[in-house]
């Protein structure tokens, strides 16, 4: 995503894990 999102996207990704 853009790296305004990028702390929001890695949440993101942690959380599917």
């Known amino acids: ?3 305004a999102a990028a ?3 890695r949440l993101h990704l ?4």
């Open 14 to 17: 942690s959380l599917q894990l």
């Open 7 to 9: 702390s929001s996207e």
């Open 1 to 3: 995503g853009t790296l």
